[in-house]
């Protein structure tokens, strides 16, 4: 089995694996969530917070971090099924979190649909708990493409 590479996500070499591995992996179906339009917002904002793990060539993981300066947020974390188990989610998580703390950050956030046992055991496993927060959102439409 190809030895796991961590690396920054290139347009050019990783943009069509990524998109085919968040709709296997996630599904998503909602506008503002679709990967394209994910990929090339994250690209635009160009903070280097964007990285997948590599088996050879091919993508098998991602991860996506934010920095404000005030908190770190890791976002969509994914590993391909057939790569589970092997500690690529957790080396995609450490190496998210080691970018944030470079970056002078102190505290890291996420968010887990409620009632994934499997995935906040995984985030337990990296160290995280769970806060009592009630989580919200606001769509803003104006930047929503229409369906
Ligand atoms: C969650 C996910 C990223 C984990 O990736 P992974 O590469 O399989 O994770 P690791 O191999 O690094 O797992 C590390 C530890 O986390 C825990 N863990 C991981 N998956 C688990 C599961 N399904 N059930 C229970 N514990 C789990 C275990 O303690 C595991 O250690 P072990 O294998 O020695 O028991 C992967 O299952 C996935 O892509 N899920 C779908 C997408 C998702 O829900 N992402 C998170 C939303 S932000």
Redesign the pocket.
Known sequence: MDKIIITPFSEIAHREQVIALWHA??GYEAAHNRPALVIGKKVAAADGLFFVALAGAEVV?TVMAGYDGHRGW????????A???????????RFAERALADRGCMKLN????EG????A??????GFTVEQRVSMGKRLPENIPAA
């Open positions: 992996v996630f993981g890791i976002y969509s974390v994914a590993v391909s099924p790569h589970r188990r092997r500690g690529i989610g957790s080396q995609l998580v996420l968010q887990i649909m994934n046992e499997s995935v055991a995984f985030y337990a496993a990296l």
